[in-house]
């Protein structure tokens, strides 16, 4: 039987995270653990090398695979990990010969031409969902068909030519699929967790409950999932969620999806069975600003929900309307005024430098972070994703990207009229001002006295944060 590997290239802390490497996130990619569960389904040979979470190099890692002597390679990778994704297919033919290289991920369904083109090593490129392509991939070479005949979303090679089968149709039922192969995986979970501020509890599973997202931020990348969204049922959901208690001992939820709280009622449901089988779990999500409204937030609350992540991005409307992100000032005080309300902590992400960025608008958001009743701050610099408007508008401009580069925590595009100085200062400025007050610690400290996870959690904060400032320079990590 063909032997097929799935890998995360490697990355190590420092690329990923920057200074904050050491208490940056050990996440597993989902996307992996479903296409292993579900090659496994089909009666597929398979294993999971997750190279970044482990913190190989490229040689360790060639090694590894080689030592497995596998038929075929599928690699995940985003803008950040291509490059690192594509030395390893390099090596790796150098070595096994026979051996065929698909990606999938990001990266490569907004850019699989341009991939497939200057990499010759890449046998093929699976757009969007990969668990039924991939498998038809596995199939048709076992069969010893063409590789790309029948399937959908693959741009493969057929002699020198490049074909693309383009994506007709995502995957609708989500709940045809096995849960994801956490068995799998070395050390899961002890040897996983979520970035120092954004667990309270150990060990964690991040978990995604939908596909998709209908909002069309003009910076970001929904490439793999498209703008329409499909569920898992409440009734997997919780099953999974059983299995991950019962079978891995997890205690806290991170769920990832781009919009969790897009169906009021779903939510609802779920946190009502969450509530009903008294499941040992806390959990934290995302969400945009006006998908909140009291009646969610208080179930979401008695539901042990302790944290929401929302997108506010900005302070300055002009830039919010860049950035297509469709909201307003007001929602986003009235969400957090709300959150707060319901005893949630609240995290804001912001992003600084998007095109038309200038001093204005950046003190526009260092006063309305001031004037938040917001918990949390996580301020990135927009970053130029393929696959999003803004990437193409800079483009146009005669941008220049590097993608090894392009994790978040640098300033790589520097908007007409402003400096890197500039964007790392203000970044610096808002978050010394939002930190550093009394009222900040106080409420912290209050928070930290009515429960011991808290404290905890409050104190691996305060200590990143005290490393942070000793070394004079601040940068932080975004999760979504
Ligand atoms: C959770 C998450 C994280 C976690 C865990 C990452 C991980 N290992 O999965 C952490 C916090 C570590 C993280 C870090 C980063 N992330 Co992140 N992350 C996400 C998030 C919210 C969910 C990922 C997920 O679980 N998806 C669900 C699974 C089922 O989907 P999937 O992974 O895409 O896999 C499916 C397909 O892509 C495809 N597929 C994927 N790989 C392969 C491989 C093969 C061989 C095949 C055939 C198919 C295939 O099939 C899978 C199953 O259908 C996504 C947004 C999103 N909605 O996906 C952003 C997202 C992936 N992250 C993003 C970014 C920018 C980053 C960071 C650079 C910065 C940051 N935010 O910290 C770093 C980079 C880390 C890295 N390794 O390169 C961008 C990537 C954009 C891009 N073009 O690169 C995304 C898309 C968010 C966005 N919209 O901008 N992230
Ligand atoms: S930022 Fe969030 S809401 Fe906006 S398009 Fe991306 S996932 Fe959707």
Same mark, same amino acid.
């Given at each position: 039987?063909?032997?097929?590997?799935?890998?995360?290239?490697?990355?190590?802390?420092?690329?990923?995270?920057?200074?904050?490497?050491?208490?940056?996130?050990?996440?597993?990619?989902?996307?992996?653990?479903?296409?292993?569960?579900?090659?496994?389904?089909?009666?597929?040979?398979?294993?999971?090398?997750?190279?970044?979470?482990?913190?190989?190099?490229?040689?360790?890692?060639?090694?590894?695979?080689?030592?497995?002597?596998?038929?075929?390679?599928?690699?995940?990778?985003?803008t950040?990990?291509?490059?690192?994704?594509?030395?390893?297919a390099?090596?790796?033919?150098?070595?096994?010969?026979?051996?065929?290289?698909?990606?999938?991920?990001p990266?490569?369904?907004?850019?699989?031409?341009?991939?497939?083109?200057? %990499?010759?090593?890449i046998?093929?490129?699976?757009?969007?969902?990969?668990?039924? &392509?991939?498998?038809?991939?596995?199939?048709?070479?076992?069969?010893?068909?063409?590789?790309?005949?029948?399937?959908?979303?693959?741009?493969?090679?057929?002699?020198?030519?490049?074909?693309?089968?383009?994506?007709?149709?995502?995957?609708?039922d989500?709940?045809?699929?096995?849960?994801?192969?956490?068995?799998?995986?070395?050390?899961?979970?002890? /040897?996983?967790?979520?970035?120092?501020?954004?667990?309270?509890?150990?060990?964690?599973?991040?978990?995604?409950?939908?596909?998709?997202?209908?909002?069309?931020?003009?910076?970001?990348?929904?490439?793999? %999932?498209?703008?329409?969204? /499909? &569920?898992?049922?409440?009734?997997?959901?919780?099953?999974?969620?059983?299995h991950?208690?019962?079978? %891995?001992?997890?205690?806290?939820?991170?769920?990832?999806?781009?919009?969790?709280?897009?169906?009021?009622?779903?939510?609802?449901? %779920?946190?009502?069975?969450?509530?009903?089988?008294?499941?040992?779990?806390?959990?934290?999500?995302?969400?945009?600003?006006?998908?909140?409204?009291?009646?969610?937030?208080?179930?979401?609350?008695?539901?042990?929900?302790w944290?929401?992540?929302?997108?506010?991005?900005?302070?300055?409307?002009?830039?919010?309307?860049?950035?297509?992100?469709?909201?307003?000032?007001?929602?986003?005080?009235?969400?957090?005024?709300?959150?707060?309300k319901?005893?949630?902590?609240s995290?804001?992400?912001?992003?600084?430098?998007?095109p038309?960025?200038t001093?204005e608008?950046?003190?526009?958001?260092?006063?309305f972070?001031?004037?938040?009743?917001?918990?949390?701050?996580?301020? @990135?610099?927009?970053?130029?994703?393929?696959?999003?408007?803004?990437?193409?508008?800079?483009?146009e401009?005669?941008?220049?990207?590097?993608?090894?580069?392009? @994790?978040?925590?640098?300033?790589?595009?520097?908007?007409?009229?402003?400096?890197?100085?500039?964007?790392?200062? /203000?970044?610096?400025?808002?978050?010394?001002?939002?930190?550093?007050?009394?009222?900040?610690?106080?409420?912290?400290?209050?928070?930290?006295?009515?429960?011991?996870?808290?404290?905890?959690?409050?104190?691996?904060?305060?200590?990143?944060?005290?490393?942070?400032?000793?070394?004079?320079?601040?940068?932080?990590?975004?999760?979504?």
């Amino acid at each position: 039987m063909l032997r097929t590997v799935l890998l995360t290239p490697p990355l190590s802390p420092e690329q990923r995270m920057g200074m904050l490497a050491e208490g940056g996130a050990i996440m597993p990619s989902l996307g992996l653990l479903y296409i292993a569960a579900f090659l496994r389904k089909e009666g597929l040979s398979v294993s999971i090398l997750d190279a970044e979470s482990l913190g190989l190099d490229t040689e360790t890692t060639i090694h590894s695979i080689a030592k497995q002597n596998p038929d075929i390679l599928g690699i995940t990778a985003t803008t950040l990990s291509i490059i690192s994704a594509i030395a390893v297919a390099q090596k790796i033919k150098t070595i096994i010969p026979h051996i065929r290289v698909f990606m999938g991920g990001p990266h490569v369904t907004a850019m699989p031409r341009e991939t497939m083109e200057s %990499f010759q090593d890449i046998d093929g490129c699976v757009l969007g969902d990969g668990e039924i &392509s991939f498998a038809r991939i596995i199939h048709n070479i076992n069969n010893g068909l063409e590789i790309g005949q029948d399937i959908d979303g693959l741009v493969w090679r057929k002699g020198n030519e490049i074909l693309i089968n383009p994506k007709k149709e995502h995957l609708k039922d989500l709940d045809i699929l096995p849960f994801p192969a956490w068995d799998l995986l070395k050390g899961f979970p002890e /040897y996983y967790r979520p970035p120092f501020h954004s667990y309270k509890r150990l060990p964690v599973a991040n978990i995604i409950t939908t596909r998709g997202c209908p909002f069309a931020c003009s910076f970001c990348d929904r490439s793999v %999932f498209g703008n329409k969204v /499909y &569920s898992h049922s409440v009734e997997y959901i919780m099953e999974m969620v059983e299995h991950l208690i019962k079978d %891995f001992g997890i205690r806290e939820i991170s769920i990832k999806d781009d919009t969790f709280l897009l169906s009021p009622e779903r939510v609802v449901n %779920f946190c009502r069975q969450l509530r009903k089988k008294r499941l040992d779990i806390v959990w934290s999500c995302n969400s945009r600003v006006n998908l909140v409204n009291d009646i969610i937030l208080k179930e979401m609350k008695s539901a042990r929900c302790w944290m929401i992540s929302y997108g506010i991005e900005s302070g300055s409307p002009q830039m919010l309307r860049k950035m297509a992100k469709g909201i307003t000032k007001k929602e986003i005080l009235d969400a957090l005024r709300l959150t707060r309300k319901h005893g949630i902590v609240s995290k804001g992400f912001f992003m600084l430098g998007v095109p038309g960025e200038t001093v204005e608008t950046l003190k526009q958001t260092q006063s309305f972070i001031n004037e938040l009743p917001l918990d949390e701050l996580n301020i @990135n610099f927009f970053t130029p994703f393929p696959g999003t408007r803004l990437f193409r508008e800079v483009i146009e401009e005669g941008f220049n990207p590097d993608f090894s580069r392009m @994790n978040m925590l640098e300033p790589v595009y520097i908007p007409k009229g402003l400096t890197e100085k500039d964007l790392r200062r /203000y970044q610096k400025r808002m978050i010394y001002s939002f930190y550093l007050k009394l009222s900040k610690i106080g409420l912290y400290l209050w928070r930290a006295s009515k429960d011991f996870h808290e404290f905890k959690r409050l104190l691996r904060m305060g200590k990143m944060f005290i490393a942070v400032i000793s070394s004079g320079l601040v940068q932080k990590t975004r999760s979504n």
